[in-house]
């Protein structure tokens, strides 16, 4: 017993002085423990021409050049919310050049009300850039974020609600996964694979002109794009990650005032209009898993009110041109 | 005498699982501690609002950029009561825009210039402009999609119809 206290002491004092040390209040969660990732700069590339270059450096540019590789890497182990902004740009960017955007002035102003709504209910109302949102005109089910706050739907996914609260399910859903830092997740999984230097290998050789740190820098950021929207076309994140989000989702709309209970009408309908291996079908747990999971869940709400009445006329109106 | 010895036993043993369940209890408050009255704490997001109540969509008093310093007043879990080391102007932030450390210092190297530095500082403005070099992605579309366009009295009108929650903290 005496042994048991002892240990419970120094794993404690452990603790206390780990986390005294690295603890960041604001940035809580986002642990990353990345490999040396920018150890890939093949000396050997035919194209390079930074072996000769180095020879005439001074030692002490070489020296700034070494500080920038190690600064390089504490950079990367912690991504700054600016680093998550750049990063979720670039993903809204592939999202859009796959899918082209749906303009509807009165719906995207809609969409943006239930979004700040939500978002003011939520633990992180403001990130770097703030959030944003729009439609992307197809009719696969499926809705898309990215962590720099870009939050995509598209028609097909709005054709699976019936209310203003199941909209709000599927926004809340996507903030979900920005504010619980999956995309950032998904990359640092990536990066402790073998694949990620192969993938950098194969990024592409832009930025020949510069120094092989900027060079790195850039490669790394092209793959850590890979990383993300594989996860969103085809991968799909953990399912744990899914149900997470999910739970996240229900409580949100429970602090926004909306009818928690709704995110399991959205999924009955998804399941009825899904096409397998397509859209979120390909990269979700089935809305049946997903509904299943909540049923847990929704005890907590026992007591909330369903007073999707007061929303329902704005609904039709705004939605209505979307077409049913 | 037995009996004396296993209940003096038992205390000992009740005293040292006292002692590691006090030292969970420092270990956690000390993970999950609120900042301090009067620690300075430093915009991490691009612009951050200084608000009269605890809720986003309350009046804004002043804006504040990336960086700029702020001194704790009093902290509440998800807002933190500051006054504006710059201006000297006092309002709610959002707990999640602040953080303890400078945000240029945390990316190491400040001293360094041009290349050194823009390696140092991890994806940003400059990694993207580079990154566009190859032409794959359309980054007007993104900027498009940024421009948001409803504003602070809208959504308040849009959730008090919809009888919802402004999210004001009491």
């Given at each position: 017993m005496k042994r048991i206290a002892k240990i419970l002491a120094a794993l404690c004092l452990t603790?206390?002085?780990?986390?005294?040390?690295?603890?960041?209040?604001?940035?809580?969660?986002?642990?990353?423990?990345?490999?040396?990732?920018?150890?890939?700069?093949?000396?050997?590339?035919?194209?390079?021409?930074?072996?000769?270059?180095?020879?005439?450096?001074?030692?002490?540019?070489?020296?700034?050049?070494?500080?920038?590789?190690?600064?390089?890497?504490?950079?990367?182990?912690?991504?700054?919310?600016?680093?998550?902004?750049?990063?979720?740009?670039?993903?809204?960017?592939?999202?859009?050049?796959?899918?082209?955007?749906?303009?509807?002035?009165?719906?995207?102003?809609?969409?943006?009300?239930?979004?700040?709504?939500?978002?003011?209910?939520?633990?992180?109302?403001?990130?770097?850039?703030?959030?944003?949102?729009?439609?992307?005109?197809?009719?696969?089910?499926?809705?898309?974020?990215?962590?720099?706050?870009?939050?995509?739907?598209?028609?097909?996914?709005?054709?699976?609600?019936?209310?203003?609260?199941?909209?709000?399910?599927?926004?809340?859903?996507?903030?979900?996964?920005?504010?619980?830092?999956?995309?950032?997740?998904?990359?640092?999984?990536?990066?402790?694979?073998?694949?990620?230097?192969?993938?950098?290998?194969?990024?592409?050789?832009?930025?020949?002109?510069?120094?092989?740190?900027?060079?790195?820098?850039?490669?790394?950021?092209?793959?850590?794009?890979?990383?993300?929207?594989?996860?969103?076309?085809?991968?799909?994140?953990?399912?744990?990650?899914?149900?997470?989000?999910?739970?996240?989702?229900?409580?949100?709309?429970?602090?926004?005032?909306?009818?928690?209970?709704?995110?399991?009408?959205?999924?009955?309908?998804?399941?009825?209009?899904?096409?397998?291996?397509?859209?979120?079908?390909?990269?979700?747990?089935?809305?049946?898993?997903?509904?299943?999971?909540?049923?847990?869940?929704?005890?907590?709400?026992?007591?909330?009110?369903?007073?999707?009445?007061?929303?329902?006329?704005?609904?039709?109106?705004?939605?209505?041109?979307?077409?049913? | 005498?037995?009996?004396?010895?296993?209940?003096?036993?038992?205390?000992?043993?009740?005293?040292?699982?006292?002692?590691?369940?006090?030292?969970?209890?420092?270990?956690?408050?000390?993970?999950?501690?609120?900042?301090?009255?009067?620690?300075?704490?430093?915009?991490?997001?691009?612009?951050?609002?200084?608000?009269?109540?605890?809720?986003?969509?309350?009046?804004?008093?002043?804006?504040?950029?990336?960086?700029?310093?702020?001194?704790?007043?009093?902290?509440?879990?998800?807002?933190?009561y500051v006054t504006s080391q710059i201006s000297g102007s006092k309002g709610w932030i959002s707990?999640?825009?602040?953080?303890?450390?400078?945000?240029?210092?945390?990316?190491?190297?400040?001293?360094?210039?041009?290349?050194?530095?823009?390696?140092?500082?991890?994806?940003?403005?400059?990694?993207?402009?580079?990154?566009?070099?190859?032409?794959?992605?359309?980054?007007?579309?993104?900027?498009?999609?940024?421009?948001?366009?409803?504003?602070?009295?809208?959504?308040?009108?849009?959730i008090i119809e919809g009888n919802l929650s402004t999210g004001e903290q009491k």
């Amino acid at each position: 017993m005496k042994r048991i206290a002892k240990i419970l002491a120094a794993l404690c004092l452990t603790v206390l002085l780990a986390s005294c040390e690295s603890f960041d209040f604001a940035n809580f969660g986002f642990d990353n423990d990345f490999r040396d990732a920018y150890d890939f700069y093949d000396e050997e590339d035919p194209d390079s021409d930074w072996e000769n270059h180095d020879k005439q450096l001074s030692p002490e540019t070489i020296e700034a050049l070494n500080k920038a590789a190690q600064s390089m890497d504490y950079a990367t182990q912690k991504f700054t919310p600016e680093n998550e902004y750049y990063i979720g740009r670039s993903v809204a960017g592939v999202i859009l050049s796959r899918y082209p955007l749906y303009n509807d002035v009165l719906l995207q102003s809609y969409l943006e009300s239930i979004l700040v709504a939500l978002v003011a209910n939520s633990s992180k109302p403001e990130i770097y850039n703030g959030y944003c949102i729009a439609v992307l005109d197809t009719d696969e089910i499926n809705a898309f974020s990215t962590p720099g706050g870009h939050i995509l739907i598209t028609k097909g996914m709005i054709k699976c609600t019936s209310s203003e609260d199941e909209l709000a399910a599927v926004i809340a859903h996507e903030i979900a996964h920005i504010q619980l830092g999956h995309g950032i997740k998904s990359i640092k999984t990536s990066r402790g694979s073998r694949a990620f230097a192969d993938s950098i290998n194969a990024a592409s050789s832009i930025v020949k002109d510069f120094s092989p740190s900027v060079r790195s820098m850039v490669m790394t950021f092209e793959t850590d794009i890979n990383s993300i929207t594989e996860s969103l076309f085809n991968k799909g994140y953990s399912k744990e990650s899914e149900y997470q989000a999910d739970r996240y989702a229900v409580s949100l709309l429970y602090k926004t005032g909306y009818y928690p209970m709704a995110i399991d009408n959205m999924l009955i309908t998804m399941n009825r209009n899904e096409t397998q291996g397509t859209g979120m079908a390909k990269t979700h747990p089935t809305p049946y898993q997903r509904m299943e999971k909540l049923d847990k869940e929704f005890r907590k709400y026992r007591k909330a009110e369903d007073n999707r009445r007061f929303r329902q006329d704005r609904f039709e109106q705004r939605i209505g041109t979307v077409g049913r | 005498m037995s009996g004396k010895t296993g209940c003096r036993g038992m205390i000992r043993v009740n005293k040292k699982i006292s002692v590691a369940v006090l030292c969970l209890f420092v270990c956690t408050t000390a993970i999950f501690a609120k900042p301090k009255k009067g620690e300075r704490m430093f915009v991490n997001v691009q612009q951050a609002s200084l608000r009269v109540k605890k809720s986003s969509l309350s009046k804004e008093t002043e804006k504040l950029s990336f960086g700029d310093p702020v001194i704790i007043e009093s902290a509440d879990k998800e807002w933190f009561y500051v006054t504006s080391q710059i201006s000297g102007s006092k309002g709610w932030i959002s707990a999640n825009s602040v953080t303890k450390h400078r945000p240029s210092e945390s990316s190491g190297y400040s001293t360094l210039t041009g290349e050194l530095a823009l390696a140092g500082k991890g994806f940003t403005e400059e990694v993207e402009n580079l990154y566009k070099e190859n032409g794959v992605i359309d980054y007007s579309l993104v900027d498009s999609i940024e421009n948001t366009s409803v504003t602070t009295n809208q959504v308040t009108t849009f959730i008090i119809e919809g009888n919802l929650s402004t999210g004001e903290q009491k």
